[in-house]
Each structure stands twice: as structure tokens, then as C-alpha cells.
């Protein structure tokens, strides 16, 4: 059974910086791949990034291209989140994601909440 656990999230003003992991188990596929959605109040949920497990190949949403980078340490099967020049609007619960699909939907972790101030 795939695990995703999140951490990482927290309180930052608009134009700082936060890192999140996702410590990922029970998966030993390469063309596995993890990635991060995230869901404001009221809106619908969005997505952010992913890589391939296998390849580290990547792709972003339109709305943090730039700024987010994903990466993964496969001996620590853990993935993370690079977030840089944060906006307000990056609020919302961050959520981990695996699966074999492209963005990965098939697993998801609890969520981490994400708040930027103004």
C-alpha cells in the first residue's frame, strides 16, 4: 500500500520561501511518479507539479511556473516543493499525490496547510 505523508506547510509573508516534503512508501515502480495539488477555500482543487520517479522528469501549473520547483531524493523517498516568491493567492492545503498517471492522482496524503500573508 502507497503512503504520502506531507510536511513542511506553515505561516510565510508574500515573497518568502517554504519547502515541502512528501515521504513516500510502498512503491517500487519507476514509472512511478508524485506530485502536489493544492486547494483554496471556496475554489477547486488545482494542481501545482510533479516528477517522475524514474527519470525526474517535471511539469508545473501555469500559475507557479518559476517559482516552484519539485524534486526527488530517491534513497529518501521523499519528494519536495521548493515554493520561492509566495503571493497570497498560494494559500490553500498542499496535498501529496502518487500514481502511475500523469499528473499523479491515484494516492493521495493528508494535506498540509500552506498560508501566505499580505
Known amino acids: 500500500e502507497v503512503q504520502l505523508v506531507e510536511s513542511g506547510g506553515g505561516l510565510v509573508q508574500a515573497g518568502g520561501s517554504l519547502r515541502l516534503s512528501c515521504a513516500a512508501s510502498g512503491f517500487t515502480f519507476d514509472d512511478y511518479a508524485i506530485g502536489w495539488f493544492r486547494q483554496a477555500p471556496g475554489k477547486e482543487r488545482e494542481f501545482v507539479a510533479a516528477v517522475r520517479w524514474g527519470t525526474g522528469g517535471t511539469t508545473y501549473g501555469d500559475s507557479v511556473k518559476g517559482r516552484f520547483t519539485i524534486s526527488r531524493e530517491r534513497p529518501q523517498n521523499t519528494a519536495y516543493l521548493q515554493m520561492t516568491s509566495l503571493k497570497p493567492e498560494d494559500t490553500g492545503v498542499y496535498y501529496c499525490?502518487?500514481?502511475?498517471?500523469?499528473?499523479?492522482?491515484?494516492?493521495w496524503g493528508q494535506g498540509t496547510q500552506v498560508t501566505v500573508s499580505s
Open positions: 499525490t502518487g500514481g502511475t498517471t500523469w499528473p499523479p492522482r491515484d494516492t
